[in-house]
């Protein structure tokens, strides 16, 4: 029975107040955006003055400074490249350990399928230390692949076990019967394994896409260069100790936020059919 069956089965003050509450909900998480968006068409001095106000004389002056005065092209660019290669890699290494520690009866599964979960517990602040000075020892730090391997190991323990839980419903008979066929592995894994997984795909794709993009952490710690920022790094730019410079930090922001809302708006029935088809199934 589904949501909307209970509600319809509720009596009708419960109902109402399901109803009243998600209302709730959802104008506290729409407003903030919506203010954000108006306001970044405000000057400083209107924000200072009539911070929830609307914008008397809306203008985009403050989008065309942030980008020019920031260097927010290149950090758009640089977004894009560590979150489509972490993604990526990401993605096709979760997929080949989980068909390799799901279809391969070896005798230390357990103990690796165990290190990928332990994985999980591993935060980032833990390890940032002894993790920047290994890149500094082998030569990658200001490096693009110094921030995109720290996004891959950090993003496939959780891949991974997502991953697990789908392969592993793929029946053996399938990959038993082009065995027989004379298949090499390489051969089920991209003719059979990744067709079959397209639901947890779209799920993983889209959640270490939106991991990725909003990453602060790891660019900020591994580079100094500013050819090197991302986005969210390069928007903190514009919040100084003595001065914040509202209009174009909200500006930025909402540069920084609108690929991720697009991203979500083409690929959220994606996400939900993923779980709802595999992702989680056991």
Not at 72 to 83: A, D, E, K, R
Not at 258 to 271: D, K, N, R, V
Request: glycine letters at 6%; one cysteine or more.
């Amino acid at each position: 029975m589904n949501t909307e069956s209970l509600l319809r089965r509720a009596p009708l003050r419960w109902r109402s107040s399901a109803y009243l509450l998600m209302m709730v909900f959802a104008i506290l998480t729409v407003f903030p955006l919506v203010w954000l968006a108006y306001s970044s068409l405000k000057p400083h001095a209107e924000i200072i003055v009539n911070p929830l106000g609307l914008p008397q004389h809306p203008s985009f002056d403050n989008y065309l400074r942030a980008w020019t005065m920031g260097g927010l092209g290149i950090s758009l660019m640089n977004s894009f490249i560590y979150t489509v290669c972490a993604t990526l890699g990401t993605l096709f290494l979760a997929l080949a350990a989980a068909f390799g520690l799901t279809k391969f009866p070896f005798k230390n599964r357990a103990f690796f399928t165990a290190a990928f979960a332990l994985g999980l517990m591993i935060t980032v602040h833990a390890v940032i230390i002894p993790l920047f000075l290994v890149e500094v020892k082998i030569g990658i730090i200001n490096r693009r692949i110094g921030v995109i391997l720290p996004y891959i190991a950090f993003d496939l323990p959780m891949s991974v076990m997502i991953a697990i839980s789908y392969v592993r419903g793929i029946p053996d008979a399938l990959i038993e019967s082009a065995e027989i066929d004379g298949a090499k592995y390489r051969v089920v894994f991209w003719q059979m394994i990744l067709p079959l997984s397209s639901p947890v795909i779209a799920t993983m794709v889209i959640l270490s896409f939106l991991r990725h993009w909003n990453e602060f952490l790891f660019v900020f710690i591994f580079t100094t260069k500013a050819a090197l920022k991302s986005l969210p790094v390069a928007i903190t730019q514009f919040a100084g100790r003595q001065n914040i410079e509202y209009g174009l930090q909200y500006a930025s922001l909402v540069i920084g936020i609108l690929p991720m809302i697009l991203f979500y708006f083409f690929f959220h029935a994606q996400l939900i059919k993923g779980f709802g088809e595999g992702a989680l199934k056991e």
